[in-house]
């Protein structure tokens, strides 16, 4: 559907926003997605401080065009941005899950089972993260890294053993002491 100028405007200064202030993933969208897919992969997105963007190409890649990293960018299928301007990580990683869903989908609508095992919702195509543009593989690959989340656990968890361990060693020698004054008691009765 046509958009006005209006609307056209304030897809440019959504695009640029995005550009200017956040680290996105762009995907390829492949035909048959079920609506419903597409519905849980924005709630999800929200859940995670991301959200899902659908392109309009011609106005996304005029807007781009301004970037010098994205001079050469090709748009010719539909694409959407995985956005976020917090943690890039989890979104791609509920993105990933989400879509994962859409085979399960297909196969309860009555596709053809050959048709579902080689169907990709979707296909990466770059990423954009600290104003750095990634490859696709660069950008599929966050996917498999570890979330804001999991890192601080890591490091909580990882914090939380040398408390431990030096609090084991001070009972220790507390513990000795101890040890050695019922040995001296012994001793004396």
Excluded: C, W
């Amino acid at each position: 559907m046509a958009k006005t100028r209006e609307e056209k405007a304030k897809l440019m200064e959504l695009y640029k926003h995005i550009i200017e202030n956040a680290d996105f993933v762009m995907v390829e969208l492949k035909p048959k997605i079920p609506a419903q897919i597409i519905n849980t992969v924005r709630l999800s997105l929200q859940e995670v401080g991301g959200k899902l963007v659908v392109l309009k190409n011609k106005v996304f890649k005029k807007v781009a065009s301004e970037y010098e990293q994205f001079k050469d960018l090709e748009l010719e299928n539909v694409r959407a941005l995985v956005v976020s301007e917090t943690d890039i990580v989890s979104a791609v990683k509920a993105f990933d899950k989400i879509t994962s869903l859409a085979k399960q989908e297909l196969l309860l609508r009555g596709e053809d089972e050959e048709f579902v095992n080689r169907y990709k919702a979707f296909e990466y195509v770059m990423g954009y993260v600290d104003k750095q543009v990634l490859d696709a593989e660069s950008a599929k690959a966050l996917s498999t890294l570890a979330s804001k989340e999991e890192l601080l656990g890591q490091l909580v968890g990882g914090l939380a053993q040398i408390i431990r361990g030096f609090m084991n060693v001070l009972n220790g020698n507390t513990l000795k002491f101890i040890y050695v004054l019922e040995n001296l008691k012994a001793a004396k009765s």
